[in-house]
Structure formats: C-alpha cells, structure tokens
C-alpha cells in the first residue's frame, strides 16, 4: 500500500553549462562585430557615429534669448499634443451626427431640466392650466413674456456651467 514517489520538480534556473554556452555565443558574437568593424577602418569606411550638439557658447550674445525661445516652442508642442489628446477623446465620447445637432439637444435637455426644476415636476398642461386661472384671477399680467425670461435665464445659467465644465471651447 505504499504510494509511488513523485518526483520533484525541475528548477527553472538554468543550469551553469547552459549559462557558459550562451555567455560564449555573446563573447563571439562582440568579437565577430569588432572584426568586421577593423576590416571597414582599414578600407576608410568608419561607422558613423551620431555627433553631440555642443550646445550654445556662453559668449555667444543672445544666448539666453535663443534657450528661452527653444524652451516656448518645446512646451508649445507639447500643449498642441495634449490639446490634441482632448480633442480625440471628447470626439470619441460624443454620439452619432454634427457637433451643432449633439449642442442643440444638449441644450434642450439642460433648459427641460432646469424648467422642471423650478416648476417641482408639474406637467406641462398642468402648467398652462395654473397660468390661465393666474392670469384670469389677475394675479400675472402676460404670462409668455414671463415664461420667455426664465427659460433664457435658466438657458444662460446652464451655458456657464457648460462652459465652465468644458476643457475645449469652441466658438
């Protein structure tokens, strides 16, 4: 009833023979490079190597003006680039049709919303039905040119929130 041995797993450090073998392939793989590089400096045909810039000398008159100018246009880039990122990422989030079409219906849901708001959920008939008992008992003179001011103000309101919100605007 005894239970066969299980063998031990195989560690997966590679064994020393494995590591001298691949340190030799390296070793004259580099020597194989310095000897094709010897061969070419013998025919005059150096590998190019990629010169330095010095910089600019410090005696050199407008030296300052010339970094700073170099600084702008480095940090001018990379605000394009991220102004760039913004922009392909709002498009990505935006629904189907013309930017117009998608601010249109924004702007609708932002003025229903703002007018439900202030009207505490009513209904748009129970509305017009309140304002003409208002206006028949005399309590409001001209209940349009009253409704026209709160859904502009209301309209105004939201576009600065909107506004505000926005990383991009677009005039």
């Known amino acids: 009833n005894r239970m066969p041995k299980i063998r031990?797993?195989?560690s997966k450090r590679p064994t020393l023979r494995?590591?001298?073998?691949?340190?030799?392939?390296v070793k004259d793989h580099h020597r194989k490079i310095k000897k094709e590089a010897k061969k070419l400096g013998k025919l005059g045909l150096r590998p190019k190597k990629l010169s330095k810039s010095p910089g600019v000398p410090n005696l050199f008159p407008h030296k300052e003006e010339m970094l700073e100018?170099?600084?702008?246009?480095?940090?001018m880039t990379a605000d394009m680039k991220s102004h760039l990122d913004a922009l392909k990422s709002s498009q990505k989030k935006m629904p189907e049709g013309t930017l117009g079409e998608y601010a249109a219906s924004v702007r609708a849901k932002v003025v229903n919303?703002?007018?439900e708001k202030k009207m505490g959920g009513l209904t748009e008939a129970e509305i017009k039905e309140a304002t003409n008992l208002m206006v028949?008992?005399?309590?409001?003179?001209?209940?349009?040119?009253r409704q026209m001011a709160q859904s502009r103000k209301a309209y105004y309101r939201e576009l600065k929130k909107v506004i505000e919100a926005a990383d991009v605007v677009i005039q």
């Open 18 to 25: 494995k590591q001298h073998s691949v340190q030799k392939k």
């Open 113 to 115: 919303y703002e007018e």
């Open 8 to 10: 031990k797993k195989t």
């Open 69 to 75: 100018a170099l600084e702008r246009k480095q940090n």
């Open 136 to 145: 028949k008992s005399g309590e409001i003179d001209d209940p349009n040119m």
